[in-house]
Structure formats: C-alpha cells, structure tokens
C-alpha cells in the first residue's frame, strides 16, 4: 500500500531554463547587491559599517549634551 502511494506521487525536476526572466547566476558573489571587486571596496565597507556602529553613540551623546530648553 505505502509504496503504491510512493510510486504514485511521480517526483520530477526540471533544468532552469537560461532564457527565464526569473532565473538569475549562480556562483560565487551573485547574490550580493554591490560588486566586491571594485577599487575602495574595503575603504567604503568599513566607513558604512563604522558609521552604522558608532552612530547610536554619538546621537546619545548629543541628545544628553545638548541645552535643555
């Protein structure tokens, strides 16, 4: 019985298909929304990533140093 039922669900793949609009590289790299072979890359990776790190600490800063009105 359980392998009638098995046999019967007939599993199947299909190769992807280049000429798809929803078919994108694969690889190494392809998934990322910005090219890391570009001259800079790791000047301007650290400078975001800093800036996203050591933002919170400077708007704490302001808001506690800034006049009271």
Do not use: C, D
């Amino acid at each position: 019985m359980v392998a009638r039922i098995v046999a019967r669900r007939a599993f199947s793949t299909t190769r992807a298909r280049l000429s798809s609009p929803y078919h994108y590289p694969e690889g190494p790299r392809t998934n990322l929304p910005f090219n890391t072979k570009t001259r800079f890359f790791a000047l301007r990776y650290w400078g975001f990533m800093a800036t996203g790190f050591f933002a919170p600490f400077g708007i704490a800063a302001w808001q506690t140093y800034k006049p009271k009105a």
